[in-house]
């Protein structure tokens, strides 16, 4: 069967089970627009390509399938590396396709020509430029598979015009052919056999879970391990529900906002057991204060990270579920296991956690706005209480997405996770922006769940072009801004670091209109001043469902996360709500 | 390139990797090396006898980079199959060097005489200037280029360092592999 090229790079992709595919059309990849037309896979037109991108990361958030997003040449290219980027930090896979110039034309400085492979070599797993229309069916077979497996994350098939209306014998290869990729798999039995030791000796352990538990589909087994031995769990930003919340194990967040408990319970283990963490810097703080009296195991499916910023007594190369699984049964395997032994650290674990919980000073009701001395009025709304609010009027498996700033910290410290790929956020690179878009994609793989973003003013602006996006699609996601009419996070850096001096850091809260700018994309705009308004607003917005609704929460612009490690300064040096007396250091009973 | 580190300056190692034979591997093993602030000293690049692959040989400034993350994450690379880190104990070196020497009547036995000695050719001649090509052990070459210094050195070209484990045994360990070495 001979098919065009741009008919066999669709066929591949329906061969690989894609379903929805993120993009915008231009003149390098227009071939390819064509044979969509009659493909079952959904195209959903996105008004940035960033969008397309975000859109993909999210979809592969919520799914654990591979997200795919497909754009034009140049421009279209060069706007979709933020993406790759943030995908290649936060181990998503995502499938991007650029359309290229013909490649009698690459390197003549064409129009909408780029250097895309180049570009994009940095911030993806792996890239291909398609030479011959014969390699399709291979490539994107390689790309899906790379995409994938392993530590997962981006991956880009550069595809240039004439590749596109080339053709080439249709056929479909058996197998994937990379002599240089072997991902590991199972754990080495030796390793597993030293760890389960070190467990048994072990007074004061802590499971340190990251991204890599719900990358690897691990939950399940963590949560196993976690009941087998009695060892408290913290979840890391990237793995926030895959353990649950509501778990008298879980510890919650560790890092420079994670709560005093999980901080602290680090600093104090005797034992950390890393698994799928990657030691980023902001959880551990100055590398050298961190866990200062903890053995380390380290399991992780990327070599590079064993090591890579603490070296560990045990490292476990391998899939991490299949890593402790082996552990669970090498530790049954021991006999009964006693936890009495870990009776005096939980009961400290305990004693922290009631006398340092994530707080804030709630607002008394009645007050939408309270007057300040010279700087005229504010409003009195919470953004933690709009968070628990929304919390408690949502479903328990309610996939919460956010951007990056103080909503990303409070929505992560405040939010009750339960399940597996319910939060979506941009974690290692921090992308602001990323909400909007993703929580579209979010909704498109997970129609059945609902779908909340929790934004921020400023970062709602950079991309919230893909509410229209979202309307022509019938993709009704919420969104709430948490508008406290600045960039919150960089504001609240200048009180602490720079002796309050606000240096381009002021938005206005009326600026945009958020509730026009819903209503201009076709969505339901609300506004919320007061307390008593968050819950009916969120009932509301929940019976909408044949369009997105938007929220423009008007918050304290005082309010700051806490607690907070500042930056390179050790964990012991937590410093926690204001109100909250100073914790005592070296507290261990 | 700095003619004043020894092969057996212990900060640099030498890496041997065979990768696939693709448009852009070079531009990625040497990205690598960019975008996470590794030195490369020398490099070396070639087909090997199967053409599906070729082999790149770095020579790694390890003071400034753990060798260690520099091979896990080389190993990373798709397009990489195999790396081997090569101790200069237990493998046979070598390096190529193309040097114009000035020479006039007087002199050029001299460096004639010296290039006998390393075993190298006389590739080109001119009036009063030699081109030379000398093939040794990397401290040989070095040797030989700080002999031709004195003459005066109108260009000069080396190829950076090849190898490969010596046949003697020990070369279980010196093949290790990128696996081994974590």
Known sequence: MELTGAQALVKSLEMQEVEVVFGLPGGAILPVYDPIIDSPIRHILVRHEQGAGHMAEGYAQATGRPGVAMVTSGPGATNVVTPLADAYMDSTPFVCITGQ?????????????????????????????????????????????????????????????????????????????????????????????????LVFAAERPVIYAGGGILKSRAAEALRELADLTGIPVVTTLMARGSFPDSHPLCLGMPGMHGNYTAVTAIQKADLLLALGSRFDDRVTGKVSAFAPKAKVVHVDIDKAEIGKVRRPEVGILADCRLA?????????????????????????????????????????????????????????????????????????????VSGVGQHQMWASQYWSFEYPNTWINSGGLGTMGFAVPAAIGAKVGRPDRMVWAVDGDGCFQMTAQELATATAERVPVKIAILNNAYLGMVRQWQHMFY???????????????????????????????????????????NDVDDRPVVIDFRTDSMEQVFPIVPAGASNDDIVVYPSQSAPIPGALQ | MSPDH????????????????????LARVAGLFSRRGYNIYSLAVAPTDDERFSRISIVVDVESSPLEQVVAQLDKLINVVEIGELHPDEAR??????????????????????????????????????????????????????????????????????????????????????????
């Open chain 1, 101 to 197: 110039v013909a490649t009698s034309a690459i390197g003549t400085d064409a129009f909408q020509e780029s250097d895309t492979t180049g570009i994009t070599l940095g911030v993806t797993k792996h890239n291909w430029l398609v030479t011959d229309a014969a390699d399709i069916p291979r490539i994107v077979r390689e790309a899906f598979h790379v995409a994938t497996t392993g530590r997962p994350g981006p991956v880009l098939i550069d595809f240039p015009k004439d590749v596109a209306t080339g053709t080439m014998e249709w056929y479909w290869p058996d197998s994937v052919d990379l002599p240089g990729y072997h991902p590991p798999s199972h754990a080495d039995p030796s390793a597993i056999q030293a760890a389960a030791a």
């Open chain 1, 324 to 400: 402790i699984e082996a552990l669970v049964e090498a530790i049954r395997a021991s006999g009964p296991v006693d936890h009495s032994r870990l009776v005096p650290w939980i009961a400290t674990l305990h004693r922290w956690q009631t006398e340092f919980p994530c707080t804030y000073d709630r607002s008394e009701p009645g007050n939408a706005e309270i007057v300040t001395g010279g700087a005229g009025r504010r409003p009195t709304l919470k953004p933690q209480f709009v968070i628990e609010s929304l919390r408690a009027s949502t479903p328990s498996d309610t996939i919460l």
């Open chain 1, 499 to 541: 002796e309050e001096r606000y240096s381009e850091v002021y938005l206005s809260p009326d600026l945009p209109d958020y509730v026009g700018w819903a209503e201009a994309m076709g969505c339901v705009g609300l506004r919320v001043e007061s307390p008593e308004e968050v819950i009916p607003a969120i009932e509301k917005a």
């Open chain 2, 6 to 25: 020894g092969p057996n300056v212990p900060r640099h190692r030498l890496l041997s990797v065979l990768v696939e034979n693709k448009a852009g591997v």
């Open chain 2, 93 to 182: 070196e070598a390096e190529l060097l193309l040097v114009s020497v000035s020479a006039d009547a007087d002199q050029r036995s001299q460096v004639i005489e010296l290039v006998g000695v390393f075993g190298g050719r006389i590739v080109d001649v001119g009036h009063d200037a030699l081109t030379v090509m000398v093939a040794g052990t990397p401290e040989a070459v070095d040797d030989f280029e700080s002999l031709m210094r004195p003459y005066g050195i109108a260009g000069l070209q080396r190829t950076g360092r090849i190898a490969l484990p010596k046949l003697d045994g020990r070369s279980p360990t010196a093949e290790m592999t990128a696996r081994d070495i974590a």
